[in-house]
């Protein structure tokens, strides 16, 4: 099972960013696929997820109304779309497939924040 991510890049303080996660190997459809964040130093933060059954979404409140997670089964891919971000936001973005005990992570996309 392969994911990739993709989209990061360099943003303004207030831009937005659309990150990128594609799929291959496995059904995608059967796996809860979440992202998450994390800085140097610092715990790997979770920025949200997105269910497998019926695609309910949740992000912490950290960053609730503010980043949007979305997938589209048929063509093996989730999105992570970030509006309003902050210097804060800088980190390198990672989603992950889980099923059950299973679980996959992509190699990560640098966002970084800054003006």
């Known amino acids: 099972f392969h994911l990739v991510e993709s989209g990061g890049g360099l943003v303004q303080p207030g831009g937005s960013l659309r990150l990128s996660c594609a799929a291959s190997g496995l059904t995608f459809s059967s796996y809860v696929i979440s992202w998450y964040r994390q800085v140097p130093g610092k715990a790997r933060e979770h920025v949200g997820h997105?269910?497998?059954?019926?695609?309910?979404?949740f992000c912490p409140a950290s960053v609730r109304g503010r980043f949007t997670i979305s997938r589209d089964n048929a063509k093996n891919m989730a999105s992570l779309q970030m509006n309003s971000l902050e210097p804060e936001s800088t980190a390198v973005y990672y989603c992950?497939?889980?099923?059950?005990?299973?679980?996959?992570w992509g190699q990560g996309t640098k966002v970084t924040v800054s003006s």
């Open positions: 992950k497939a889980a099923l059950g005990w299973d679980e996959y």
């Open positions: 997105i269910n497998s059954a019926d695609s309910n979404t």
